[in-house]
């Protein structure tokens, strides 16, 4: 279904449900003091801006978000940079927490029963499909032709997928399709996944996305609701009872331009946030920051630009192969394969190489640091060195499998109050 139009229509009458009550544990002490959707990424954005940008895009203006671990960030980054939509013609980005509103006054016990619990409010909005995301990806997509195969398929429910190595799939639910691509078995997270039918070192991965029949899916999560051993998740109980019984189709993700190659991340870990941000800098990333024609929105101070100061020898303010974002001041020291999120203050004669840098940083003077993670508000002391003595690094920082240091405030005794 390539007729634009149609898309819109059937996006008009989705109503998209962003997942974003993740913990992120792996991401260590960059979600202890919030969610994994509300960590900084790219220099300017949160990881949230992504899924929600995608929805705007998409021609989907009806979003509602639920939230639960450590949500103050998450929601205060919502209402300030989400707020734009006009209410008057039915557009909202609503926030959900979560509020035990079952009977046995829980949280969200699993993917489902975070949308079950919330079902009196979406149902309110009386949407015709509705389209389940995770709040913690980083990707580009236009979620209208997923949609619009879905109701080709006349399908009950569509599993937006992709293709990822084998060693890697034991991380997501994997499935097995048949020549019209509808699933026919399905795994979470299995300990030797099946490959895919077109690459035997890949198999074909869940993204998390689902489009589903708005009355269909009211009434499988009633159903599950009951189910004293359910766990009340989309991937281990609902997908693996629902291919037996009804029609299920996987929809293979692509980019958004034509000639596009797909982007989707998990920045999951330390090493993955940390690798997705670096790409950044490269001279081609794989993610088009700059497309005007599927822009990525998000919450922004009002700052002053960038600015680089003395031009000495041995003390010159300067940036090579790295992003710098608003409000930074780069004095006299050199930056080097670094990205640095806003209202960073680098000092004299420091050096900072394969670093990435969250906003509110200050970095004092004669400091090195490579290949680091630097969470927001830590101010590093002069002469500290980070980077270069992983076992001296260990006993301050967190040192990744991948070697990457990450330094938050706590760990070099500072308040954490500006650290979310």
């Given at each position: 279904m390539n007729d634009q139009r149609f898309v819109s229509r059937i996006t008009r009458q989705t109503l998209a449900l962003v997942?974003?009550?993740?913990?992120?544990?792996?991401?260590?002490?960059?979600?202890?003091w919030r969610a994994k959707p509300a960590v900084p990424f790219g220099g300017k954005f949160r990881i949230i801006d992504f899924p929600l940008s995608n929805c705007i895009n998409s021609g989907i203006r009806q979003i509602s978000v639920a939230t639960q671990y450590k949500s103050h960030s998450l929601i205060r980054h919502i209402q300030k940079g989400w707020s734009w939509l006009r209410g008057e013609f039915g557009e909202f980005v609503e926030l959900m927490p979560a509020a035990q509103q079952n009977v046995n006054d829980s949280w969200y016990a699993g993917t489902a029963d975070a949308v079950y619990q919330n079902l009196n409010i979406i149902r309110s909005h009386n949407p015709k499909y509705i389209l389940i995301l995770a709040g913690d990806h980083i990707y580009k997509m236009d979620y209208g032709p997923m949609?619009?195969?879905?109701?080709?398929?006349?399908?009950?429910?569509?599993?937006?997928?992709?293709?990822?190595?084998?060693?890697?799939?034991?991380?997501?639910?994997?499935?097995?399709?048949?020549?019209?691509?509808?699933i026919v078995r399905f795994a979470e997270k299995p300990g030797q996944p099946e490959p895919s039918v077109t690459n035997p070192e890949m198999a074909l991965a869940s993204m998390g996305i689902y489009v589903f029949n708005a009355d269909f899916l009211y009434n499988q999560l009633k159903g599950d609701a009951t189910l004293t051993g359910s766990s009340h998740d989309f991937g281990k109980d609902l997908i693996p009872s629902l291919i037996k019984t009804h029609h299920v189709f996987a929809y293979r993700f692509c980019g958004v331009q034509k000639n596009e190659k797909p982007y989707w991340r998990d920045v999951g870990t330390v090493d993955a946030f940390?690798?997705?941000?670096?790409?950044?800098?490269?001279?081609?990333?794989?993610?088009?920051?700059?497309?005007?024609?599927?822009?990525i929105w998000t919450y922004q101070?009002?700052?002053?630009?960038?600015?680089?100061?003395?031009?000495?020898e041995n003390r010159r303010g300067m940036a090579v192969d790295s992003l710098v974002s608003g409000g930074c001041l780069i004095s006299g020291a050199k930056i080097q394969d670094t990205l640095l999120f806003?209202?960073?203050?680098?000092?004299?004669?420091?050096?900072?190489?394969?670093?990435v840098v969250l906003p509110d940083v200050e970095i004092g003077r004669e400091c090195r640091i490579k290949k680091a993670v630097i969470d927001k508000g830590c101010f590093i002391p002069s002469k500290t060195i980070i980077g270069y003595n992983p076992e001296e690094d260990a006993k301050r920082f967190y040192v990744s499998a991948g070697g990457v240091v990450l330094v938050t405030p706590g760990m070099i005794g500072q308040n954490l109050h500006n650290a979310s």
């Open positions: 997942l974003a009550g993740g913990r992120g544990s792996r991401l260590k002490n960059l979600t202890e949609i619009a195969e879905h109701v080709d398929n006349k399908a009950d429910m569509t599993v937006g997928c992709l293709e990822v190595p084998l060693k890697e799939a034991t991380e997501f639910g994997v499935m097995s399709i048949d020549q019209v691509n509808r940390w690798e997705a941000n670096k790409d950044l800098v490269s001279v081609t990333p794989h993610l088009n920051m700059y497309d005007k024609q599927w822009p101070e009002q700052l002053p630009p960038a600015k680089f100061v003395f031009n000495n806003s209202n960073v203050k680098v000092n004299s004669y420091t050096h900072l190489e394969d670093t």
